[in-house]
């Protein structure tokens, strides 16, 4: 209340005193008219008489002219008319004129001097007068006067009512805009204000509820937002504290986000970090309505993995510029500060042409190596024009690298994938005192299946200029150093697990990647359950059933998505029983659709859907609802909470986070994982049913097994899937890494000018 009245009160004397400012000039130019208008109408009023009283001079008629003084007397605030003889006596007068005006030597020396009309403003007898003269002739000699008296007392009443109306409206226009004023000050200043107060007490005070605090217009936008920024931050700070100090009770080793900082600050030593990938962390495009730039973080676990640790070192991601709207958000070097909400590290966009993209990307990368690595009969594709892209890309990136790492002594290099199997060479050739890691997110076929590759000692000798590489199991790493033992001339290290080439040692590491595990909130709103929030999915779908299965993948041929969609098949024939019951939720997202292989595959699984469904459909139920598009994280979480069972049957997968999504979900610790033996997370999530995909009726048991499974195996199981994947979270696997990496010393001669590759 101080404080609006402090605001108020200066704003109300302002309207005032303007508003007095403003009657005073209204008074003064109303009185000035008013005068004014008088003069006029006297000046007009003595010219109309001074012949006609002249004419009665000449007759020498008393009488007549007294008549005609006295006529002329009854005017609206005329107060009567005097003629006079030059010596100033009353030759006529109006008898309402007070008797001192019987003699009037007031404007004589003004006429007389002045041979003209003359009038002023005066007072007689307690009235208040104007008097204007004018000369008279008679026989071309001065005569005499005519003297015209008005009553000057309706001006003065005139004059009081425009200073009240002008008063009264000062007083109105100061109390509606003061109090306009407050109103506004109260709604859009000390109310948002004093929201914002008890929101950052409550912050303070730690309660578990805080309450957001909405934006209240476009001058509290940017101070919401750093409010919110820093109310996220504290909420971050404490509840890492709270675990920190869990953990410490517990004597547990449990990697956090802020464990993951203080780590890297001690090992980095202040060195900044280079990360580089063909998926960038930050995407900007243009809003199809307005043509607006928004951003959008792609849903991918490498981003997920990745951002941590570039926000803990203030690092540099290096990466593919892929958005529409990418080169309007970027400066004058391709930089820009990411993520956009809360700037933490830099981005450099690398911009390729149409057909790098196509040669790099679509050609040798998936149409080449992907189906190489992942055993899935899908027969690699290897073109030498793809091969020259891929050459030409890899050093484009490497270039863009090195110019990030101008003037940094001892630069730290994480590249991420297949993409860039040719880029640790490149760069470790240009800056031998770099340290340089790839880590290899898909699988590591035998020896025998990678020799299919035309390129594949280019390939080895290129992943073999790293001092790292990470797998993210042992037996990739087995199958990577078998392969270099038969492709190149180089001594491989078993006892070490490490290739010695030309002098240069690299190491080859299982690091098993993971998600940011966290104890979320109540998985449901009050008042809901698994229950309820199933009821809801269904609703949404269209579909009457009870039991929920649900699978999340990109649609691609290596998910054995097809295979599931056959075991769900055989399930149903087995077990009639569930037939209007149970109801499997595929979350497809349309993948690399540029690529033939991928938009027959998407084909193929619609027509295996709606075979299956055309065979069992009743009323409002159906088997399978395929979902052929991409979906938010919170989406995806609504289902996998809601889910009786979740199935990952990857044919051949280097990990499949969809796994650790699944279990990292279920703090109700209910629902069962069903998963393919050929997924890296199968070597980690043992509790789940592990399933051969290709085996048609051993899925099928999976999943009756799944949905048969009493509460407390499925509580028991879910227990020590979330353990594992509590304490190997992706927090946990960035810090092996960057650990094992800085601790490789580097013997690097001097730094030499390498020649760069056209």
């Known amino acids: 209340m101080r404080t609006t009245t402090k605001m108020a009160l200066p704003l109300a004397l302002s309207v005032a005193a303007i508003s007095l400012l403003f009657a005073g000039y209204q008074v003064r130019t109303e ?58 006596k009353a030759l006529a007068i109006t008898a309402g004129l007070p008797p001192q005006l019987k003699s009037d030597p007031r404007a004589v020396s003004k006429i007389t001097t002045n041979a003209a009309g003359a009038g002023e403003f005066f007072q007689e007898a307690g009235l208040q007068l104007y008097v204007y003269e004018l000369p008279l002739e008679r026989n071309g000699k001065a005569a005499g006067t005519i003297a015209i008296y008005y009553d000057t007392s309706y001006i003065d009443s005139r004059i009081t009512y425009t200073l009240r109306d002008s008063l009264l409206n000062a007083l109105v226009q100061t109390v509606l805009i003061t109090g306009l004023a407050l109103l506004l000050v109260r709604w859009n200043l000390t109310g948002p204000l004093n929201r914002t107060a008890k929101w950052l007490r409550t912050l303070r005070t730690g309660s578990q509820t805080i309450p957001l605090v909405p934006p209240q217009g476009e001058i509290f936008d940017q101070l919401h937002r750093e409010v919110t920024h820093l109310a996220q931050d504290l909420n971050a700070a404490r509840a890492t504290a709270e675990q920190e100090a869990r953990l410490r009770d517990t004597h547990s080793s449990l990697w956090t986000a802020e464990r993951l900082r203080v780590s890297l600050r ?79 590290y830099t981005l450099r966009r690398v911009w390729l042409t149409e057909e790098e993209e196509k040669g790099y990307y679509e050609g040798f990368s998936n149409e080449g190596l992907w189906p190489l690595c992942h055993i899935a009969h899908t027969r690699p594709t290897f073109r030498p024009e793809d091969w020259l892209r891929y050459q030409q890309v890899n050093r484009k990136f490497a270039d863009a690298i090195l110019e990030e790492m101008e003037g940094t ?30 880590f290899w997110h898909i699988p590591w076929p035998n020896r025998e299946v990678f020799g299919i590759c035309p390129w594949q000692r280019d390939l080895l000798d290129g992943l073999l200029g790293a001092d790292l590489i990470g797998f993210h199991v042992q037996s990739h790493c087995n199958n990577f150093l078998e392969t270099v033992d038969s492709g190149v001339e180089a001594l491989t290290e078993w006892d070490h697990f490490a290739v010695n080439r ?50 999340v993948d990109r649609v691609d041929y290596t998910k054995g998505i097809i295979e599931r969609f056959r075991g769900i098949e055989l399930f149903l024939e087995q077990h009639p029983a569930y037939l209007r019951r149970f109801t499997f939720v595929e979350m497809g997202a349309p993948s690399r659709t540029d690529i033939d292989r991928y938009r027959r595959f998407l084909e193929e699984v619609s027509a295996e859907a709606d075979r299956i469904n055309a065979r069992f459909q009743a009323g409002h139920w159906k088997p399978i609802v395929f979902l052929k598009k991409h979906h938010s994280h919170e989406e995806i979480s609504r289902y996998y909470r809601a889910a009786s069972l979740c199935m990952v049957t990857s044919l ?56 048969e499974m009493p509460e407390d195996q499925q509580s028991l199981r879910m227990q ?29 001669p001097e730094r030499s000018d390498v020649p760069q590759m056209p």
């Not at 004014?36 to 002219?65: C, I, M, P, Y």
């Not at 290099?413 to 890691?437: G, I, N, S, T």
Request: proline fraction near 5%; hydrophobic fraction near 40%.
């Open 31 to 88: 009185k000035r008219n008013l005068d004014h208008d008088l003069v006029h109408r006297a000046e007009n009023l003595g010219e109309s008489l001074k012949e006609t009283v002249e004419h009665l001079l000449e007759q020498n008629s008393s009488r007549s002219l007294q008549r005609f003084v006295e006529r002329y007397g009854q005017r609206e605030h005329l107060k009567g008319l005097a003629v006079y003889a030059e010596d100033g």
């Open 266 to 344: 001690s090992k980095l030593q202040d060195k900044p970090l280079f990360v580089v990938s063909n998926r960038e962390p930050c995407m900007h495009v243009y809003n199809e309505k307005d043509h607006s730039i928004g951003y959008i973080v792609p849903a991918s676990g490498l981003v997920t993995a990745l951002q941590p640790v570039l926000i803990a070192c203030d690092g540099t991601w290096v990466a593919h510029g892929s958005g529409n709207a990418d080169r309007e958000a970027v400066d004058e070097h391709d930089h820009l500060r990411v993520p956009p909400d809360h700037p933490s």
């Open 409 to 438: 002594d001892s630069p730290i290099l994480l590249a991420q994938d297949y993409h860039f199997a040719l880029l640790p060479r490149m760069v470790k050739e240009a800056r031998p005192d770099a340290r340089v890691a790839i």
């Open 502 to 551: 030309q002098g240069h040692v690299t190491r080859v590491r299982p690091y098993p990647i993971s998600v940011a595990f966290s104890d979320p909130a109540p998985a449901f709103p009050e008042g809901s359950s698994v229950g309820k929030e199933r009821a809801g999915l269904f609703a949404e779908l269209g579909v009457e059933a009870s039991l929920l299965g649900v699978g």
């Open 652 to 707: 051949h997968d280097g990990m499949n986070l969809v796994a650790k999504e699944f279990v990292a979900s279920r703090d109700d610790e209910r629902g069962v994982l069903i998963l393919s033996t050929f997924a890296g997370a199968a070597h980690e999530l043992s509790d789940a049913l592990l399933v051969n995909p290709y085996d048609v009726e051993q899925v099928a048991d999976a999943i009756h097994r799944a949905i």
């Open 720 to 748: 020590r899937m979330r353990q594992i994947v509590r304490e190997h979270n992706i927090y946990r696997w960035a810090a092996n890494l960057l650990s094992d990496l800085t601790e490789i010393r580097i013997d690097a």
